[in-house]
C-alpha cells in the first residue's frame, strides 16, 4: 500500500496552476444555465398535454413559470382557474389580474380557507417549486402544503411545472436552514393591534413547506415528464457524484 507523500498532494491540488480553458468553460456554463432558467418554452410546450378543455385547474400564490404555462393552455383551450389568494401575501391576486385579461380562462379567486371546500370541484393542480429535493419531494412557498394534503384526499392529481435546474442532490433533512426559516408576522396582525395581548401570543410564520414525494404526482420539466421516483436517476445526468455533498 503506497500513502501518498505531501508533496504528492501539492502537485495534485495546485491551486496556483494556470488553466487558460477554465474561464470559457465557467462562462459556457454559466451561459447555458442563464438561457435554461430563461427560457420556459419546452415547458409550456406541453401544457396542452396536461390541460384539456373545460378542466377545473387549482393553483395557489403567483409563479412566473405557472403563468407562462397557463397562458400556453389557454391558447388553444378553454378552461376554468381556480387560484387561492396566498394570505397573507396575496400573490394570487396578482397571477388572476395578469390571467384575467385572458379570454380563454375563466378565473375565480378565492381566500385559502376555500381551499378544501373547492377541492371536490378541482381536476388538477399546478404549482412551481423553488426546488426539488433528491427523494422527489418538494421545497415550495408557504400554503402548498395545506393544497397538495386536500389534493390527495380527494386523489386530485398535483403537477409540478418547473426548469430542470431547481434539481437538487440533496434531501429535505438537509434542508433545516431553509425549512425552519420564519417570517415577519407583522403581514398577517400588526404589531399595535389594540385587542391582542402579544405577551401571551406567538405568531409563527414559515416561509417554505415541504411536499413529500407521495403528494406529488409529477414534474413537468424542459426535459420532459417524470414521476418523483425518477428524480434520483436524474441526478447521474446532472450533478457529478462528488457533488453531492455540497
Do not use: W
Not at 501539492?10 to 438561457?35: C, D, G, Y
Amino acid at each position: 500500500l503506497k500513502t501518498p507523500t505531501s508533496h504528492d498532494l501539492s502537485a495534485q491540488e495546485n491551486f496556483s496552476r494556470h488553466f487558460p480553458a477554465l474561464k470559457a468553460a465557467v462562462i459556457s456554463s454559466i451561459n447555458e444555465i442563464a438561457v435554461e432558467i430563461d427560457n420556459l418554452t419546452p415547458i409550456c410546450q406541453r401544457a396542452q398535454d396536461f390541460i384539456h378543455v373545460n378542466e377545473c385547474i387549482l393553483t395557489i400564490g403567483y409563479s412566473r413559470v405557472v403563468e407562462q404555462f397557463l397562458k400556453a393552455a389557454g391558447a388553444k383551450r378553454r378552461f376554468q382557474l381556480i387560484i387561492a389568494e396566498s394570505a397573507p401575501s396575496l400573490e394570487g391576486h396578482r397571477l388572476a389580474c395578469v390571467l384575467s385579461k385572458v379570454s380563454t380562462i375563466s378565473v375565480t379567486v378565492i381566500p385559502d380557507s376555500n381551499i378544501y371546500a373547492i377541492m371536490a370541484r378541482v381536476n388538477k393542480v399546478i404549482f412551481s417549486p423553488h426546488a426539488v429535493m433528491a427523494d422527489g419531494g418538494a421545497i415550495c412557498s408557504s400554503g402548498h402544503l395545506m393544497v397538495s394534503v386536500a389534493a390527495k384526499e380527494f386523489s386530485v392529481p398535483v403537477v409540478g411545472v418547473t426548469g430542470a435546474f431547481t434539481l437538487t442532490p440533496l434531501f429535505a433533512h438537509n434542508q433545516n436552514a431553509v425549512l425552519n426559516q420564519l417570517l415577519s408576522p407583522a403581514s398577517s396582525i400588526a404589531y399595535d393591534t389594540p385587542a391582542v395581548d402579544f405577551n401571551n401570543v406567538e405568531v409563527i410564520y414559515p416561509a417554505f413547506d415541504y411536499l413529500s414525494p407521495d403528494l406529488v404526482d409529477l414534474y413537468v420539466t424542459n426535459d420532459g415528464s417524470q414521476l418523483p421516483s425518477y428524480v434520483f436517476r436524474q441526478l447521474t445526468e446532472y450533478y457529478h457524484p462528488k457533488d453531492y455533498v455540497l
